[in-house]
């Protein structure tokens, strides 16, 4: 096997081409052409079950409970949101059409979260409408709606309060800052001994009889590769929560602390490992606990990235290779050679959105040329179309190459668009040398079947 950024499914076969849980890229490629989403299915169940059991233990051990949430904006299709539920996941939703997903794939409502900074009434009815277990609110606005919406429908809304801690990660590091300048959830921090934000918030859900408060919610961040952000977040959340209490009465029963755990997406890049990060978070939130003198609450967590994205790779076709002679801040000059493929940022945006990083390799032949700096490009007029920033590939490199980018299941078709009018790409499930289509490829028939001329 060729070991991460790639699936666990992925090996060479002996003339060097790429398979993926027993299937060559080549005949996928075949079957379903260029550019391509192709997920490795057991490596997505391995890595649901792998968080679920770690952390379920680790919590255990402490004596809390805990649930796992996969978190669907990374990627949901029907069948993605029902193998999380097979592996014991429940699944976090963030729009009226990732809720449908869900419901879609049978996910019992009370398994269900739904997210949002903006949630619509269409959609928080529909949320109450589907008994979701959770409903993360965002505002004090959203406090009120929800309410209102919740006595309309004669129902109680199970609501969390999303709050911000002040800690913030991704990356390697985290930062913590008193006032987080960003749109999502209300802070812990007061402005000159004012109440906070999010202690209002919460004393607000209580005044409301169509309001169940459940507890808190955090998230701090993503591809996040040190645990010790989770850790002071939890601590400052389970503080607010014992604060609650004191002003209240009301000891919240859960907790849940986000997902932003990181994944390898180079070669050489060490990913969280669930079973330590899991163990350093449960005794962290143990010992915050006896020091403030209050049970456990029940706690969650929602990775996303972490279980999808190592599972995830795409394949294109190169299209066009170009030698670019760059000039170096030194003076001297170097080439780096532009290979041009059949997707990019419409595919996936994230190097263009935030500079992200991936691998890529030629997968359909092996070479024995030497290699050369690359830039991988896509075919969109952008000069920032870039879908890997720098990577060595063979010097043979050419026209009609397959090319596959490694760790693509998160936030690629997920956050996918059609700019240039490109139809989005497939996405298949590859598993015990079988393959099958998950989201068929966008026709232009598709497209052009909302423009109403
Ligand atoms: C509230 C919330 N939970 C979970 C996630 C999932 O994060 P990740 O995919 O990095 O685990 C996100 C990502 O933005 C989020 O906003």
Redesign the pocket.
Known sequence: MTGAPWSTGVGRLPDGALAVAGVDVRDLVAEHGTPAYVLDEADFRMRAHAYRTAFEAAFGAVGAGVDVYY?G??LLTVAVARWAREEGLRV?T?SSGELAVALRAEVPGAEIGL?GNNKSDAEILRALDAGVGRI?VDSLVEIERVARLAGERGVVAPVMV?VTTGVHAGGHEYIATAHEDQK?GLSVNAADGAESPAMAALLEVLKHPELRLLGI?S?IG??ILDPDGFEAAARVVLRLRADLSERSGVLVDEVDL????GIAYLPGDVALDPERVAKDIAQSVSGVCQELGTSLPRFSI?????IVGPAGLTLYTVGTVKPVTVSADDGADFTRTYVSVDGGMSDNIRPALYGAAYHAEIVGRSSAAETVLARVVGKHCESGDIVVHEVQLPADVRAGDLLAVAATG??GRSMASNYNMLPRPPVLAVSDGASRVLVRRETEDDLLGLDQG
């Open positions: 978190a904006k990374a976090d963030a997210h993360i999303r999502f919610h998230h993503s591809q986000g997902g932003g755990y929602e990775p996303g990235r972490a998160a936030y």
